[in-house]
C-alpha cells in the first residue's frame, strides 16, 4: 500500500479527523527534518509504555502507582461517583474546581450498532459502586441521543445494586446535542449546581 495513503488511513482513525485533515497532517510530516519525525515516533512509543489505566477510574495516568492522583487524593469526597463517557470530560470537569468527588470512565456509549452496552465497562462500574460507600451517582453523559440511552443503561444497572442510591444527572446549562468536553467551565458549573 502506497505509504502516503496508508499514514492518511491511519490520521482518518483519529476522532473528528477527516480525509482531507488526515492527509494535510501526511503531508506536513513529510516536510518535517527527519529529527522532527524521529521524535514523534519517541513520544508515541513513551505514550504506549509508560501510560496506563487507573484501576479505579480508567482515568490514564503516568506512575507506577495503581491509581490515579484523583483517585489516591484524601480530600476528594468518596461519596460522590460522577460517571463520564472519556477522559476529556474529567478534564473539562475538574477545570471548573467545581466538583471534589471521584470519577468512573465509561469508555464511550451506546451506538446504533452496540446497543447492548458490551462496549462500556457496566462491569466495572457495577463492582466499584458495590464496593463503596457512595451516597450519589452522577451521571455525566453528553445530552446527546447516544448519551441519553447510555444514561438510561447506565441508571439500570446502578439499581441492580443499589434501589437506595441516590442518582443525578447534569441539568440546566448544556444544550441538547453538545459535549461535556467543549462546554465552558460556567455551563458545567450551572449543569453540576442544577443536576436532578
Given at each position: 500500500?502506497?505509504?502516503?495513503?496508508?499514514?492518511?488511513?491511519?490520521?482518518?482513525?483519529f476522532?473528528?479527523?477527516?480525509?482531507?485533515?488526515?492527509?494535510?497532517?501526511v503531508f506536513?510530516?513529510?516536510?518535517?527534518?527527519?529529527?522532527?519525525?524521529?521524535?514523534?515516533?519517541?513520544?508515541?512509543?513513551?505514550?504506549?509504555?509508560n501510560?496506563?489505566?487507573?484501576?479505579?477510574?480508567?482515568?490514564?495516568?503516568?506512575?507506577?502507582?495503581?491509581?490515579?492522583?484523583i483517585?489516591?487524593?484524601?480530600?476528594?469526597n468518596?461519596?460522590?461517583?460522577?460517571?463520564?463517557e472519556?477522559?476529556?470530560?474529567?478534564?473539562?470537569?475538574?477545570?471548573?474546581?467545581k466538583?471534589?468527588?471521584?470519577?468512573f470512565i465509561?469508555g464511550?456509549?451506546?451506538?446504533?450498532?452496540?446497543?447492548?452496552?458490551?462496549?462500556?465497562?457496566?462491569?466495572?462500574l457495577?463492582?466499584?459502586?458495590?464496593e463503596?460507600?457512595?451516597?450519589?451517582?452522577?451521571?455525566a453523559?453528553?445530552?446527546?441521543?447516544?448519551?441519553?440511552?447510555?444514561?438510561?443503561?447506565v441508571e439500570?444497572?446502578?439499581?441492580?445494586?443499589?434501589q437506595?442510591?441516590?442518582i443525578?444527572?447534569?441539568a440546566?446549562?448544556?444544550?441538547?446535542?453538545?459535549e461535556?468536553?467543549?462546554?465552558?467551565?460556567?455551563?458545567?458549573?450551572?449543569?453540576?449546581?442544577?443536576?436532578k
Amino acid at each position: 500500500m502506497d505509504s502516503i495513503k496508508k499514514l492518511a488511513d491511519l490520521f482518518g482513525k483519529f476522532p473528528t479527523v477527516g480525509q482531507r485533515t488526515a492527509s494535510r497532517f501526511v503531508f506536513y510530516l513529510i516536510n518535517q527534518p527527519k529529527e522532527k519525525i524521529d521524535e514523534l515516533i519517541g513520544s508515541l512509543q513513551e505514550l504506549k509504555n509508560n501510560i496506563k489505566l487507573c484501576r479505579f477510574c480508567f482515568n490514564p495516568f503516568e506512575s507506577n502507582e495503581a491509581f490515579c492522583i484523583i483517585c489516591q487524593n484524601a480530600s476528594r469526597n468518596k461519596q460522590l461517583l460522577c460517571v463520564i463517557e472519556k477522559e476529556a470530560d474529567l478534564i473539562s470537569i475538574e477545570n471548573t474546581k467545581k466538583y471534589n468527588g471521584l470519577y468512573f470512565i465509561l469508555g464511550g456509549t451506546l451506538t446504533l450498532r452496540k446497543t447492548d452496552g458490551s462496549n462500556l465497562r457496566l462491569q466495572a462500574l457495577k463492582e466499584r459502586v458495590k464496593e463503596g460507600n457512595f451516597l450519589e451517582i452522577i451521571i455525566a453523559l453528553n445530552p446527546t441521543p447516544e448519551g441519553r440511552s447510555t444514561s438510561v443503561l447506565v441508571e439500570r444497572a446502578v439499581k441492580e445494586i443499589s434501589q437506595t442510591l441516590k442518582i443525578t444527572h447534569l441539568a440546566q446549562g448544556l444544550p441538547v446535542g453538545g459535549e461535556l468536553e467543549y462546554a465552558d467551565e460556567e455551563t458545567l458549573e450551572s449543569a453540576f449546581e442544577g443536576r436532578k
